[in-house]
C-alpha cells in the first residue's frame, strides 16, 4: 500500500534552553500518522508540538471525510469530546475557586437546594473534580430520559456506586454534575461562563459549544471535522453538531462534552498551564497555586493519578506514551482527540483526530506509538 507523500519542508532542527529535538525521530513519528492515515484508522489529523512555547511541528494530514473530502488544515475545528472536562469546566470551576466563589470542599448538595440530593451524602467538588465521587461513569440519558428536562432529572438521581473517596472511576456524570454547579454558582450556562471568562482572555477564538444553530452554513460546516456511528443518530453524518448523545439530548451544552475547537486554542490553552498560568499576552490567568493543583496529581496513588482536570502518571488513560509515562498531564476525547502536557521539559502535543469517522478503534494504539516516537525525539 502506498503511504500518502510527507510535507515538503523538513523539520527544523533547533534548540531552546538545551532541549534538542531530532529531526529524524519526528520524521518516524510522522510515519506513524501516515500509516494510520493509509489503513483506514483516521481520515486526517492535526499535529501541534511545542517546546518552550516555541512550535516545532504544526501540520495538517488527510481529509476531513477521506476519499474526496475537503482536505484538512490547521483551521480544522474538531469535537473535543472530553476535552471538554479540563478546558472548559474544570477551568471554570477552578476561576470560580480563584474569586472565592467556591471551595473544593463544598459538598454539592450545597448548590442544589431545591433539589433532594441526599444519596449524595459527602460528595464534594474535590471527588467530582478527581472522578472519586463514586458516580458510574456513564449514564444512558439519551435513551431513558430523551428530553432536556428529563434527562437533567435522571442526572440529578443517580446514585453513586461507591463512597466518595473510595475508588477511581472516570465519569462523565460527574461532570455534569460540575457544569451544573458553574451555572449555579455564576448565574451563567457553560458555554456563556467559558465565552464571558475563559476564552477570551486566553485568546483563545475558535472554541465554542453549539458553534452551528439551526440556520446550518454550508460554508461555516466544513470547517468541521465529521464524525459519525452515534449511537442516538445511527446513519447520520454529524458535522458541527455534538457526537456525544447525552450531551445532544442536553442541548449541546454538558460538563463532559460539547467542545469545539482547533488544535491552535488547544495548545494555547497547555501553554498557559505550562508557563505557570501567564498567557500568550503576558496576563496571569491562574495563580501559580492553582496551576499546581491542575498539573500535578491530586489523589492517592494508590487510587491512581488524577489532577483537578487532567490524567496524571498512574492513570491508565494517561494520554502519554510509554517514554513521558511518568511525568506530564494529559486528556483525551471519544472522537479521537488528546492533548498533553510536561512541566518538566516545557513540551505541548496536541493532537486532533476524527478517528470515531472510521470507528476501529485502533487510534488509541496509535496514539501510543505516535506519542512514543515524539518523546524519543529529545534528549533530556
Known sequence: MTLPSP???????????????????????????????????????????????????????????GDDSPRVTLATRYDLASLTKPLATAAAVMRLLEVGELCLTD??????PARDLSHLPGVTLFHLLTHTSGLPPWAKLY?????????????FSTTPEARPGEQYAYSDVGYLLLGEVVRAVSGLRLDAFADAQLFPPLGITSARFRPLDEERDAEDAALFAPTRNCPMREGRTLQGEVHDANCRVLGGVGGHAGLFGAAEDV????????????????????????????????IAPALGGQTLGWFAPGNGMHASGDLWSGAGFSHSGFTGVSAYGNPENGVSLVLLTNA?????????????????????????
Open 107 to 112: 459538598p454539592v448538595e450545597r448548590f442544589f
Open 7 to 65: 510535507p515538503s519542508a523538513p523539520f527544523a532542527h533547533r534548540n531552546w534552553s538545551g532541549q534538542k529535538a531530532s529531526c529524524s525521530a519526528l520524521e518516524r513519528a510522522e510515519g506513524v500518522l501516515l500509516r494510520a492515515l493509509a489503513q483506514g484508522i483516521i481520515p486526517g489529523a492535526v499535529v501541534e508540538l511545542e517546546a518552550h512555547g516555541q512550535p516545532l511541528w504544526r501540520e495538517a494530514y488527510g481529509r476531513l471525510a
Open 267 to 298: 495548545t494555547r490553552y497547555v501553554r498557559m498551564l505550562l508557563r505557570g498560568g501567564v498567557t500568550d499576552a503576558g496576563e496571569r490567568f491562574f495563580s501559580p497555586a492553582t496551576v499546581r493543583l491542575i498539573t500535578r496529581s491530586q
Open 356 to 380: 470515531v469517522w472510521c470507528g476501529t478503534g485502533e487510534h488509541i494504539r496509535v496514539r501510543r506509538l505516535f506519542s512514543n516516537a515524539v518523546a524519543a525525539a529529545f534528549e533530556g
Open 143 to 155: 435513551r431513558d430520559a430523551p428530553t432536556a428536562t428529563s434527562g437533567m432529572a435522571k442526572l
